[in-house]
């Protein structure tokens, strides 16, 4: 068990120049992220397609996801980290600011997956930079700060979308291209600091050393590494309802409107931010196999609390459940794998982690939403419960198995 850490401006700014060049890329990025939400409002504006036709759009860029996040973390393992993300980074953000002025319907077919793909694959190497420059001793505690700089993006995306709401989804857009490219330019300064070069160097290069001692495919045939990511599949698939069935159900059956949902998904970021470091406190205290159990088990219940009444008291404990869920699931997942893959070719490790943490937006709406019209909300919170205790089942042992050191 790792001494408890401790938080402190003068620690943050200790840190070395890379791993904080990269938390305030992760902050540009994720405001960016969230703002290409808005693509099927785009698309049907200024494009004036079909909702079919959006919906195919939206599954190509989510395919992209999955491909690049699986992509970039494989790339960690032989492109120097610093140097890929900031290309990754330029790349989306110059391809973010084409999409609403497109010559032809056709490019949005090639544009839209390739925004995708660099999107994600920016994320396994930036994570793996804040964590292992920063240190094994300090894992827990970036994990923390990366987090909060991730959602400390998402809130700051709301502010610019309902900022520039009256100029249109094309001024959005380039704002999100921007910010990207900000974020680019932060990295490339860093680089050309010798040390920091030299630095990241060791995390995207000189690992290669460990890695090629073992065989490429690793991750797929680490058993219990599948179990735990058909474990975090389904978990993620029960998260996504949030952005899909659980409004639907707030709007229908509690009879709330469409602020309320704008509140609660605030109220989400605003815990996170406000609540992360003390989770990281406890997590460190408690160890990772436990707080995957706690998760879980908020998880299970999260949902179900929709059915014991109805009223905004009830979402918004829903809410506080799944928010809980959410930092401890994504604390303790993310160091598991991290754990899991020293010694071992991490970066396809990462790049099936944050594949499978981006692929969910594939199947969990769809799915969801088609339990939601065939059986009602109600019997899907119970499906949820009893997915959620399944995920519970499939990790208790597992997290144990995979990061004995830190359990």
């Known amino acids: 068990m790792s001494p408890t850490p401790t938080y402190s401006l003068p620690r943050i700014l200790a840190l070395p120049g890379m791993v904080r060049a990269q938390l305030g890329a992760t902050l540009l990025n994720s405001a960016s992220v969230i703002v290409k939400l808005f693509m099927p409002l785009l698309f049907r504006s200024s494009y004036a397609l079909d909702f079919t036709t959006i919906g195919i759009l939206m599954a190509s860029y989510g395919a992209g996801c999955v491909i690049g996040a699986y992509t970039g973390g494989a790339l960690t393992g032989s492109v120097e980290s610093g140097k890929l993300t900031a290309a990754c980074l330029g790349i989306s953000g110059v391809l973010a600011m ?16 390739a925004v995708g793909a660099a999107d994600a694959a920016f994320r396994p190497g930036n994570l793996r930079l804040v964590l292992e420059i920063g240190g094994p001793n300090d894992a827990t505690w970036l994990q923390g700060l990366h987090r909060i700089c991730f959602n400390l993006g998402v809130a700051l995306a709301g502010i610019i979308a309902a900022s520039l709401a009256g100029t249109g989804y ?14 680019c330019g932060l990295l490339v300064c860093y680089l050309r600091d010798r040390s920091a070069a030299e630095r990241a160097s060791t995390t995207g290069n000189l690992t290669c ?5 073992h065989t490429s495919g690793a991750p797929w045939t680490d058993r219990p590494f599948l179990v735990f990511v058909f474990g975090q599949l389904l978990a993620l698939g029960v998260f996504d309802q949030m952005y899909g069935a659980f409004g639907l159900f707030l709007s229908e059956d509690y009879q709330l409107n469409h ?4 509140y609660l998904f605030a109220f989400n970021a ?49 809410m506080v459940c799944i928010t809980a869920a959410e930092i401890l699931l994504t604390s303790a997942w993310t160091l598991t794998v991290m754990n899991r893959s020293a010694g071992r070719d991490r970066g396809r490790y990462l790049g099936i982690f944050m594949a499978a943490w981006l692929g969910h937006s594939l199947y969990g709406p769809a799915c969801g939403t088609w339990i939601y019209g065939t059986l009602g909300g109600r019997n899907l919170w119970w499906i949820c419960a009893l997915v959620s205790l399944v995920v519970w089942a499939l990790h208790y042992r597992t997290i144990d198995k995979l990061s004995p050191a830190r359990s």
Do not use: D
Not at 98 to 113: A, D, H, K, N, R
């Open 259 to 262: 602020s309320w949902i704008g």
């Open 98 to 113: 084409c999409l609403p002025q497109l010559p032809s319907i056709g490019w949005l077919f090639i544009i839209v997956p």
């Open 209 to 213: 050393a460990h890695e090629t001692c």
């Open 270 to 318: 605003l815990l996170i931010v406000l609540t992360q470091m003390p989770a990281t406190k406890l997590i460190n205290s408690i160890g990772l196999s436990v707080a995957s159990q706690w998760g879980t088990l908020l998880l299970m219940i999260a949902f179900p609390l929709l059915n014991l009444g109805r009223g905004p008291a009830y979402a918004v404990a829903t």
């Open 170 to 183: 094309a001024g959005l857009f380039t704002v999100a291209g921007i910010s990207n490219i900000t974020g």
